[in-house]
């Protein structure tokens, strides 16, 4: 993946400080990802601490835009200050590719991590944004399931294997295939965050009860708690009476769990045939602005989150 270079102005948006500040720390016509993050180091302009959130991007239902979504929040992520960690669970490498890589170049992917128990440390591959790292996906994924089924502990294969690493990075994102297998079920087990992509349709509305009903089993099950859902609507078009009827009906039955923030899709075709997020498709489209939107918007909700949790630790 090839990053445009920043101007001054947007790097000083990204920061948060006047032009000035910027120039007087390093004065560049233009200034790469690797300058960016430069900066944040030298102006100490780091991001309000998360702790380690682990985030899954999942949705049983396809063509929810997901993996759009998905690489341009981990991307955008990474732009704010955040050390991120992307990793590629679908066998198609879609968010592999929508960084502008082929899985196929790789030779270790979280099918060596999980069944041949090499370390994930050796898997992860590096962007131009210094602090965001991925794990490619390809093909030979397609079989993990399968080489999964046998083994012990086999629903805590993937949360082990980010143990490892997990403090390195601020976010570790999972972008998840559209299917319910042991893969999923790992990266469910070893999430901390879920995030439901839908489109404004009854078919993905209808597709929530089983997801939600899978989410209800592992509570029971096996005792693992999801800290927060976040459903967010894809693709919205408030011109089209079904997409204002299926986001009434999704206000109506998930309140607690539906993001306000409505994304339309503006742009995300051209940025994925381009291999690049939407931030480095356009960056002032719609879509764009929407993403960062629904990034903040779940920001502020994770430090509602934590503030209430700090208070009832100082209050017991």
């Not at 500040?21 to 233009?30: G, I, N, P, Y």
């Not at 990266?187 to 839908?198: E, G, K, R, Y």
């Not at 998930?254 to 045939?273: D, G, H």
Request: charged share 25%; aromatic share 8%.
């Amino acid at each position: 993946m090839e990053l445009p270079a920043y101007n001054a102005k947007t790097i000083s948006e990204l920061l948060g400080v006047p032009s000035k500040a910027v120039r007087a720390a390093l004065d560049h016509e233009s200034y790469s990802g690797a300058d960016l993050w430069a900066l944040r180091k030298t102006l100490r302009l780091f991001p309000r601490a998360l702790g380690n959130r682990k985030q899954l991007f999942l949705n049983f239902k396809g063509g929810t835009g997901k993996t759009s979504l998905s690489t341009s929040y981990a991307y955008r992520l990474a732009e704010l200050g955040y050390r991120v960690l992307l990793l590629d669970l679908d066998s198609q490498g879609h968010a592999t590719k929508c960084l502008g890589y082929e899985g196929e170049d790789f030779e270790k992917t979280l099918l060596h991590v999980l069944v041949r128990k090499v370390p994930l440390s050796e898997a992860i591959q590096h962007t131009p944004l210094p602090n965001l790292d991925f794990v490619p996906s390809n093909l030979g994924m397609s079989t993990v399931d399968l080489a999964l089924m046998p083994m012990a502990g086999r629903e805590f294969k993937l949360r082990k294997a980010v143990e490892e690493v997990e403090s390195h990075y601020d976010v570790v994102v999972f972008d998840a295939p559209p299917s319910f297998g042991l893969l999923n079920l790992n990266a469910l087990m070893a999430a901390q965050d879920l995030f439901v992509p839908v489109l404004p349709d009854f078919l993905s509305f209808h597709g929530l009860k089983l997801l939600f009903e899978t989410v209800q089993s592992l509570e029971e099950d096996l005792n693992h708690v999801l800290d927060h859902v976040f459903i967010v609507v894809n693709a919205y078009n408030q011109t089209y009476k079904l997409a204002k009827e299926a986001l009434a009906a999704l206000r109506q039955h998930y309140p607690e769990y539906l993001l306000t923030t409505l994304v339309r899709c503006t742009k995300f075709a051209q940025a994925s045939s381009e291999g690049v997020p939407v931030f480095v498709a356009e960056r002032d489209s719609k879509g764009a602005h929407d993403v960062d939107a629904f990034l903040k918007e779940v920001l502020h909700r994770l430090e509602q989150a934590k503030a209430r949790a700090d208070a009832d630790a100082r209050a017991g």
